[in-house]
Nanobody
Framework: QVQLVESGGGLVQAGGSLRLSCAAS????????MGWFRQAPGKEREFVAV????????YYADSVKGRFTISRDNAKNTVYLQMNSLKPEDTAAYYC?????????????????WGQGTQVTVSS
């Protein structure tokens, strides 16, 4: 079992940057595919980015491709989401999630563990 805690959210002006971190506690962090999801008020939770267990493969939602970068440091049991060129439509609660499967997935229901979320608000 893994416990996930996100941090790094906040209020930022459009065009700015934030770096989210997700710290994991528990066993075998490197055994999990890690993903980021977000949910805006009144909207369904949507996929943002995912990274393979070793960090060698990443996949992004079209809406963030080229602006966001997911990475992980298995030695630190941490996954990151670097968010650049932020837009007001990026405003949402961002959630880190862990998937025990061996392949990367973009559907939230496939993930086994979730953090509590961190709020990102982008002003125009």
């Amino acid at each position: 079992q893994v416990q996930l805690v996100e941090s790094g959210g906040g209020l930022v002006q459009a065009g700015g940057s934030l770096r989210l971190s997700c710290a994991a506690s528990g066993r075998s962090f490197s055994s999990y595919v890690m993903g980021w999801f977000r949910q805006a008020p009144g909207k369904e939770r949507e996929f943002v980015a995912v990274i393979s267990r070793s960090g060698g493969t990443t996949y992004y939602a079209d809406s963030v491709k080229g602006r966001f970068t997911i990475s992980r440091d298995n030695a630190k049991n941490t996954v990151y989401l670097q968010m650049n060129s932020l837009k007001p439509e990026d405003t949402a609660a961002y959630y880190c999630a862990a998937d025990s499967s061996y392949t990367i997935r973009t559907t939230s229901r496939t993930y086994d563990y979730w953090g509590q979320g961190t709020q990102v608000t982008v002003s125009s």
